[in-house]
């Protein structure tokens, strides 16, 4: 089956700009999450979506937004960009969101690097 | 407070030689799952393998094998046999329950893994 399917893969911004990325989760997974990831912060948790309402939100500021259709396909929309924001946005779903089997564990796709100039 | 920790940040091995990439996490859930990724420098994250709190086993898959300690809070990932395509990032993450994360996973900071010809 198909796996996570983030794009567009590549993008290339300036500050003061937005940006949207998208991700379609694998079939049947219904909770989609977001990372960013960076040489210096690592991995960081960006916000959870499960039937299409934010479950939770790590610590990042309120330009960071996203949102989830009814066919769990997931956006992420980042306003006013800034220089920092260059990273790895990484998107994975799951089965469910609640959980710490086997079962739950993270599809990931291939991640929308974004750069910011 | 690193809930986990990787201290390792590169590795070297020679190809065919097993090798040893080191977790320590920290929760005080008693139910608890530990995952690991690789993600080769394509950028996607890879489930490896996970080990839930309450399997007695080590957790095996394939090549990959997960050295689990409770008592010590370690969950090692062991790669037998290492092949020239397992050069990539190695992160260790744990998934909690409400009371320690609210399901939401926690990455290490990853080790860089070179395997030598």
């Known amino acids: 089956k198909a796996g996570v399917t983030q794009t567009p893969r590549y993008l290339i911004k300036t500050r003061g700009q937005q940006v949207t990325l998208s991700c379609s989760p694998i079939?049947?997974?219904?909770?989609v999450s977001w990372y960013q990831q960076t040489p210096g912060q690592g991995l960081q948790f960006l916000f959870e979506y499960f039937s299409e309402t934010q479950r939770n939100k790590g610590n990042f500021p309120g330009r960071f937004s996203g949102r989830q259709f009814s066919n769990s396909r997931s956006e992420m929309n980042v306003s006013t960009l800034e220089l920092g924001d260059s990273a790895l946005y990484l998107c994975?779903?799951?089965?469910?969101?609640?959980?710490?089997?086997?079962?739950?564990?993270?599809?990931f796709g291939a991640g929308s690097r974004l750069t910011v100039l | 407070a690193q809930k986990i920790t990787q201290t390792q940040p590169g590795m070297f091995v020679q190809e065919k030689e097993a090798v040893t990439l080191d977790c320590t996490y920290d929760t005080s859930d008693q139910s608890y799952g530990l995952f690991w990724y690789k993600q080769p420098s394509s950028g996607e994250m890879i489930f490896l393998i996970y080990?839930?709190?309450?399997?007695?086993q080590n957790a095996t898959e394939g090549r990959y094998s997960l050295n689990f300690q409770k008592a010590r809070k370690s969950a090692n990932l062991v790669i037998s046999a290492s092949q020239l395509g397992d050069s990539a990032m190695y992160f260790c993450a744990m998934r909690e329950g409400p009371s320690g994360g609210s399901y939401i996973p926690t990455f290490g900071r990853g080790t860089s893994l070179i395997v030598h010809p």
């Open positions: 080990q839930g709190s309450y399997d007695e």
């Open positions: 994975a779903s799951s089965l469910v969101r609640t959980g710490v089997s086997g079962a739950n564990v993270l599809t």
């Open positions: 079939s049947g997974h219904r909770s």
